[in-house]
C-alpha cells in the first residue's frame, strides 16, 4: 500500500512558476514509477510526465515539454514536480501516482493522490 499527498498548489499569475510535492509513505517508494497528471474542470485526466525508480529516464507530455521538470528524492520518499512559464491553460487540479509501470496512462497508476488544485491566472 501507497499513500500519496500532494502539495504546493495555489494561484499564480501566467509566466510564474511552481515546485509541486508529493510526499509517499511506502518503503518501497524506490520501486515505483512515478508519475504527474492533471485534470481541469469538464475534461479527462491527462499524463504530465513520468520519471523512473532511480531518476534516470522521463518523459513529458509535449505540451508542458521545455517548461516542467520532474525529479524525485528516493531517500526522502519525494517526487516533486517543478512548473515554469506557467500558462492559463495549466490551471488543473494535479495528481502524483505511482505505477510498477513506465506508462503513460492513468489505468496502469495504482496509487493515486488527492490531488493539488493549481490556478493561472491570465
Known amino acids: 500500500q501507497v499513500q500519496l499527498v500532494e502539495s504546493g498548489g495555489r494561484l499564480v499569475q501566467a509566466g510564474g512558476s511552481l515546485r509541486l510535492s508529493c510526499a509517499a509513505s511506502?518503503?518501497?517508494?524506490?520501486?515505483?514509477?512515478m508519475g504527474w497528471f492533471r485534470q481541469a474542470p469538464g475534461k479527462e485526466r491527462e499524463f504530465v510526465t513520468v520519471?523512473?525508480?532511480?531518476?534516470?529516464?522521463?518523459y513529458y507530455a509535449d505540451s508542458v515539454k521545455g517548461r516542467f521538470t520532474i525529479s524525485r528524492d528516493n531517500a526522502k520518499n519525494t517526487v516533486y514536480l517543478q512548473m515554469n512559464s506557467l500558462k492559463p491553460e495549466d490551471t488543473a487540479v494535479y495528481y502524483c501516482?505511482?505505477?510498477?509501470?513506465?506508462?503513460?496512462?492513468?489505468?496502469?497508476?495504482?496509487?493515486w493522490g488527492q490531488g493539488t488544485q493549481v490556478t493561472v491566472s491570465s
Open positions: 520519471i523512473s525508480w532511480g531518476g534516470g529516464i522521463t
Open positions: 511506502a518503503r518501497t517508494f524506490s520501486r515505483y514509477y
Open positions: 501516482a505511482a505505477s510498477t509501470k513506465y506508462s503513460t496512462y492513468p489505468h496502469d497508476y495504482t496509487y
